[in-house]
């Protein structure tokens, strides 16, 4: 599966974006797609994850109330949309999917990098 994240960009305090991920190829065997960030100088963070069939997300504290993960089945695609954005917001945005029967998350997209400014 290869993934293609898109939608990052330079984002006024208290705005939102939109971050958009596409799969490529069959979908068949997705269990969970996630999103997670990288901000200089710090590890990886989860973000946030959904089931692909079933829809169930789970967020991490940080983001609970201002970001929503969703799905479009039909378009292969993954969204995150960011509201009430901060500067501590600001990092390089990766999706990725775990496939079915698999314990961690096995293809990742290339990154977007959103950057939170005045």
């Known amino acids: 599966v290869q993934l293609q994240a898109s939608g990052g960009g330079l984002v006024q305090p208290g705005g939102s974006l939109r971050l958009s991920c596409a799969a490529s190829?069959?979908?068949?065997?997705?269990?969970?797609m996630g999103w997670f960030r990288q901000a200089p100088g710090k590890e990886r963070e989860f973000i946030a994850h959904?089931?692909?069939?079933?829809?169930?997300?789970i967020y991490a504290d940080s983001v609970k109330g201002r970001f929503t993960i969703s799905r479009d089945i039909a378009k292969k695609t993954v969204y995150l949309q960011m509201d009430s954005l901060t500067p501590e917001d600001t990092a390089i945005y990766y999706c990725?999917?775990?496939?079915?029967?698999?314990?961690?998350?096995?293809?990742w997209g290339q990154g977007t990098l959103v950057t939170v400014s005045s």
């Open positions: 990725a999917d775990r496939e079915s029967g698999s314990r961690t998350y096995d293809y």
């Open positions: 190829e069959s979908i068949s065997s997705i269990f969970v």
């Open positions: 959904i089931t692909w069939n079933g829809g169930i997300t």
